[in-house]
Structures are given as C-alpha cells and as structure tokens.
C-alpha cells in the first residue's frame, strides 16, 4: 500500500499529514523531503491540498519538493558491507 502525504505551510514550517496518520513537520523543502522519503513517501504520492489555518504550496515548491524527493529514490540504497575478518596469525615462540 502506497503511503499519500498532504503538504502545506503553517506559519514558517511545512506541514505533511501521511496516509497513515503520521504528522511530519520541517522548517525547510530539503528537510521535509527527505523525511518523506524516509517514511516510504514516493514523490507521485505527495499532494497540496487547502486546510484551515494552513497555507497551500505554491508552484515552484511543489516542484522543488517533487524533484528532490525523485531525486532521492534515485540514490542507490547502501549495501551494508561485510566486515574484514581479523588475520588469523599464529606465534609461534
């Protein structure tokens, strides 16, 4: 299941209610994305849509939201690496 999240501005810091009843909020576009991603938030789920005493996105960063949070799901996931083994050195007196 897709998780949705509705964006706005409230005051200075941007607001996003998650499909799943989370609520996010970040002083800044960079900062709300990528906690969007971090929450499962793909960039084709995230909407603006009018709420009381919230402010609506506009244009330019709506755009500047989508095309981080896209940016973002392109970065390849880290693959934890194994640890080196100790060498294995036996003294020999």
């Known amino acids: 299941m897709t998780i949705q999240a509705n964006i706005a501005l409230s ?5 996003a209610e998650l499909s799943d009843g ?3 909020v970040k002083p800044n576009l960079r900062d709300m994305a990528a906690a969007l991603h971090d ?3 793909m960039a084709r789920g995230t909407l603006c849509e009018h709420r009381a005493d919230h402010r609506i996105l506009t244009a330019g960063q ?6 981080e949070m896209r940016r973002l799901e392109l970065l390849p996931v880290p693959v934890s690496a194994p640890k080196p083994s100790k060498p294995r ?3 020999v007196a």
């Open 11 to 15: 005051r200075s810091d941007f607001v």
């Open 22 to 24: 989370r609520r996010l």
């Open 39 to 41: 929450a499962g938030v």
């Open 62 to 67: 709506l755009v500047a939201l989508k095309a």
């Open 89 to 91: 050195i036996a003294l």
